[in-house]
């Protein structure tokens, strides 16, 4: 059995520092929290955050990941100890990101794992809906969606995969205001998907959600020995973790994008909870991140059954598990990857 072991977030300034076996975070030389490492799998700082050497040996030693991002939950360093990643494995997947049938069947499964999830929650929502034309809309894209899940068996190169990603996206981020309810829509319709910076309050949410989602794909991609920064889907760039982007895209629907979607609807999260900064872009309050972290932290602890290995796990766990089934792929000892399906 595999325990979902805490994420650290820190996102206010202050100081952490080792004490013994704990972990103490400081603001002005005031001690805000204790954690014992055994509790943590990673810590993720938020903006001007100092770590100790002897925090970041231990860390290291131990193999649990410190990341950096910014104040926005953009991506700046990330420290760790010595890779401990089977090279055997890692060889594997570099012969099998030479081969271009091997990128274009998995981008595919890549591909199919994210549109079936997107209209997954098309179709949840028009079901749950009790406006009729909201109904009739997340259907009409979900029926899109389902033409371009066809036509990607069929896709013949990696650019088709792309093009019928690209339009699928279009279909849903369209149809993603009928899923926010009637009177919360004026403040919170996303128009389109915008992100570098997110022009309107859902993207800074989605956005936020995306980069944490983003950090522990890479993570789990690590734990089981893979190479990050070679993906088979997204192109590979210096700095980009190609392969990490590609697990990720089974997950933002029904990780990222129902959690932003059900802290608004709830009302959780409100229109004073952004601000406006100068050249249009978007941000996230500091009270309405540390919520949004809370829930994203208690949306991994929940419970569900995966439908391949037929085993309850936590949510927060499906990276991993599905890491694995892909080293498997890249090994030879699986044919075909099969994403994570929500039902």
Do not use: W
């Amino acid at each position: 059995m595999q325990t979902l072991l805490n994420t650290l977030y820190l996102t206010l300034p202050g100081y952490l520092h080792l004490d013994n076996d704990t972990l103490r975070f400081e603001i002005e030389r005031q001690t805000k929290l204790r954690v014992p490492m055994h509790h943590l799998g990673s810590v993720v700082c938020f903006g001007d955050v100092l770590v100790s050497p002897a925090a970041i040996a231990r860390l290291a030693d131990e193999g649990k990941t410190l990341v950096y991002l910014d104040r926005n939950g953009r991506f700046k360093a990330r420290i760790e100890g010595a890779v401990s990643g089977n090279i055997l494995l890692r060889q594997a997947q570099f012969r099998r990101a030479d081969s271009s049938e091997f990128c274009l069947a998995q981008a595919k499964a890549s591909i199919a794992g994210k549109l079936r999830n997107s209209r997954y929650v098309l179709l949840r929502g028009a079901r749950d809906s009790h406006d009729g034309d909201d109904a009739a809309v997340l259907r009409h894209a979900a029926d899109s969606i389902a033409i371009d899940l066809r036509n990607l068996e069929f896709a013949p190169d990696l650019d088709t995969v792309r093009g019928l990603e690209g339009n699928s996206a279009r279909c849903y981020f369209s149809a993603m205001p009928r899923l926010i309810r009637p009177d919360q829509r004026s403040d919170f319709s996303p128009d389109g998907r915008s992100r570098r910076p997110p022009r309107d309050r859902a993207n800074a949410l989605l956005s936020f959600l995306y980069s944490m989602l983003m950090n522990d794909c890479r993570s789990a991609l690590e734990v089981v020995g893979l190479d990050p920064q070679l993906g088979f889907l997204h192109a590979v760039r210096p700095g980009r973790a190609a392969l990490a982007l590609d697990l990720m895209e089974e997950f933002r629907a029904i990780l990222a994008d129902r959690l932003a979607l059900t802290l608004i609807n709830r009302n959780q999260l409100k229109a004073d909870d952004f601000v406006l900064r100068p050249g249009g872009a978007v941000q996230l309050q500091d009270d309405a991140r540390k919520a949004l972290i809370v829930a994203y932290q208690e949306r991994k602890q929940e419970i569900i059954e995966h439908p391949l290995l037929e085993q309850k796990i936590s949510i927060g766990l499906l990276p991993k598990i599905q890491a694995h089934l892909l080293t498997r792929v890249i090994c030879g000892d699986t044919e075909t990857y099969i994403p994570f399906l929500a039902r």
